[in-house]
């Protein structure tokens, strides 16, 4: 293990990612301490003017928007959608994908088909166009937008797992598990689950950039997190209308955060890939669905 | 070949079965009346209750499938809640835009992918190397309407070279962003996919053979090692046309244009359900034609794989 640590710190691409993605997410949770100003503060000149649109200076360091609140703050703020987001439809979907998957892969039959089946409908569906809907006619709330993006990822994590649990499951210490009398879902806890984690983090961590930027895209649309809170694909649709004014910066720092944090977890994703499952070196995981 | 497609086109039943099941589901168990949607707010309860009757909606849901159901197989998809128009012949007239801006978008993403990945993978750690590494990775990274955003500044403000957004008179200067919008992330996917199938290649012993045999290095790379770097490039192209066929919702919201994309949003927006319905099983369909062609396009690059028969080389 501390030879794979070592290998993880040499792979320069994928510190580079863990830096990018420590830094952002260490900006969301001290957010009050290193912003000057709230997110949704309007702020007003001396004078009783508001701040519009000023260009980054050395106050504002992304510029203002145009109800005269600070970007640097609305950016920083907006992580914390993005990355919370990420981590919680991960989990969702990581907790359905592992539960069916595994089912799938140790019993077989008619679970198995039952489930291969449903996975292949939700890979048929239009994802965006499922999530749209979901979001849209769900009552408006942050824990249903998780749970969407949840269950749409799930598919591709059910079927690695699936993979994963059949080329698992006759090894001898699952025979011996069995022979012990241990009961399907002990051994799937206990003995499969542990052996089979490496690609589903790797999996994991690829697709967190597919689902921030599939939150981006929603509230792109506006169909994400409801202003006035701070998200990255919301200020980006609101400083479209004033791009051709010239005012570039409300639109560029939100664009130019989400491809920091998708670029962190790809590195990042990629390195731990070559650290915990160096067999598997295709790039599929940083298609995602997103 | 003929056989093997027969299997895959009947195994593609039941999925597109549960595709219809699980949209007829969420389409009718959301919550809101489409018939109080239709009547307008100041209607009266009997006209809503004659809407819901002339719409069906008052029939048991158990009914209302195997109504939808029995139309999918006659092509009867229903009519539009909000303009009363065949579903199929509403789909239809968005549907060739989308095919266009899907298709150029693939084609783009597969020249330029391949090109680079090609590139960078014959002259390993070079600067040309580096400098496509570093591209796939901020393609890959940036969301597409970013990037819309970027090339809109770039083409339109800057260089003035070509119209912002919309159809105009549906020539195909009006789907040059878009597609550069829409194209740009499959290229830089494909790019590193290329690269790394490349590098494996190149490092076979057919391929040393060939060198030691004094082909021309275009002969090697681009008619020995490419042609078995393609097998994963085909699959992605593939899905990436499927999911551009219904997921490019957001270029084509961000460029005005009115394909199958925007046609979805709006009808999800004023829960035209027969609209999303059909549009779902549409995109399904398109899923399901797609990977089964891509899967048939296997043998080209790889003579071992044969459908139908026996494998040769095994």
Redesign the interface.
């Known amino acids: 293990m501390e030879n794979a640590w070592s290998r993880f710190l040499k792979n320069k691409p994928a510190m580079a990612g863990l830096f990018l993605v420590t830094v952002i997410a260490l900006a969301a949770v001290f957010a009050p301490y290193i912003t000057r100003y709230q997110p949704t503060e309007q702020l007003i000149w001396t004078e009783g003017s508001k701040v519009q649109l000023v260009p980054p200076c050395s106050r504002f360091w992304f510029g203002t928007d145009i109800y005269g609140r600070d970007m640097f703050s609305r950016v920083v703020y907006g992580a914390r959608a993005s990355l919370l987001i990420g981590t919680a439809s991960t989990a969702i979907s990581l907790l359905i994908g592992i539960t069916l998957g595994a089912l799938a892969g140790y019993y077989g039959g008619v679970v198995d088909d039952i489930i291969s ?2 996975a ?2 939700f ?8 999530v ?3 979001v ?2 769900l009552p408006p709330g942050l824990p249903l937008m998780y749970a969407a993006i949840g269950i749409v990822n799930w598919a591709g994590v059910a079927r690695l797992v699936r993979g994963q649990v059949l080329s698992v499951r006759e090894k001898e210490y699952v025979e011996a598990a069995e022979a012990l009398g241990g009961s399907g879902a002990r051994i799937i806890i206990r003995h499969i689950l542990p052996n089979i984690m490496a690609p589903v983090l790797v999996q994991a961590t690829l697709g967190m ?1 597919g689902i921030i ?1 599939l939150e ?2 929603l509230s ?2 506006g169909f994400g997190i409801q202003p006035p809170t701070p998200s990255w ?1 919301y200020e ?2 609101q400083g ?1 209308q004033y ?2 004014t010239g005012a ?1 910066w409300w ?1 560029a720092f939100p ?1 130019m955060a ?3 944090l ?2 962190g977890f ?2 990042l994703g990629d390195g731990l890939r070559d650290l915990l499952d160096p067999r598997n ?4 995981g ?2 995602g ?1 997103g | 070949m003929a056989i093997y497609t027969i299997k895959r086109l009947l195994a593609a039943v039941p999925v597109v079965i549960g595709v219809i099941a699980v949209v007829f589901i969420l389409t009718s168990i959301v919550p809101g009346d489409p018939a109080r949607l239709i009547a307008g707010k100041t209607a009266d309860p009997e006209t809503i209750q004659r809407i819901r009757e002339e719409l069906g909606l008052n029939r048991p849901l158990w009914e209302q499938f195997t109504d939808f159901f029995k139309g999918v197989l006659t092509f009867d998809l229903g009519r539009s809640y909000r303009n009363n128009r065949p579903v199929t012949q509403v789909i239809m007239e968005r549907l060739p835009l989308t095919a266009k801006l899907a298709v150029s978008s693939t084609a783009l993403a597969v020249v330029t992918g391949v090109s680079l990945g090609v590139v960078s993978a014959v002259k390993k750690d070079s600067m040309l190397d580096h400098g496509g590494r570093v591209l796939a990775l901020l393609g890959i990274s940036a969301p597409s309407f970013w990037i819309g955003l970027m090339v809109v500044l770039l083409f339109c403000v800057k260089l003035r070279w070509i119209p912002g957004t919309g159809t105009g008179d549906g020539g195909w200067l009006y789907l040059v962003l878009p597609v550069i919008t829409l194209g740009m992330r499959p290229a830089a996917f494909i790019t590193r996919l290329t690269r790394s199938g490349m590098l494996e290649v190149l490092e076979q012993d057919y391929i040393q053979t060939a060198w030691a045999k004094g082909l021309p290095g275009r002969a090697v790379v681009l008619g020995h090692a490419l042609k078995n770097a393609m097998i994963p490039v085909a699959t992605v192209a593939g899905t990436c046309m499927a999911e551009m066929m219904g997921g490019a919702i957001v270029v084509e919201q961000f460029f005005s244009l009115p394909g199958v994309g925007r046609l979805g949003l709006e009808a999800i927006l004023a829960r035209d359900f027969p609209v999303i319905r059909g549009q779902v099983l549409l995109l399904a369909l398109v899923f399901v034609a797609v990977n089964l062609l891509v899967d048939l396009t296997y043998p080209l690059f790889d003579p071992r794989i044969k459908y139908g028969g026996k494998r040769r080389h095994e």
Do not use: T
């Open positions: 089946w449903l292949n409908v890979f048929a569906f239009p994802f965006i166009l499922f749209l809907a979901l849209a006619y950039g930027m981006s895209s792109f649309l694909g980006i649709a479209r791009l051709l570039w639109s664009g989400i491809m920091a998708v670029m790809n590195l070196d295709d790039a599929y940083w298609w669905r």
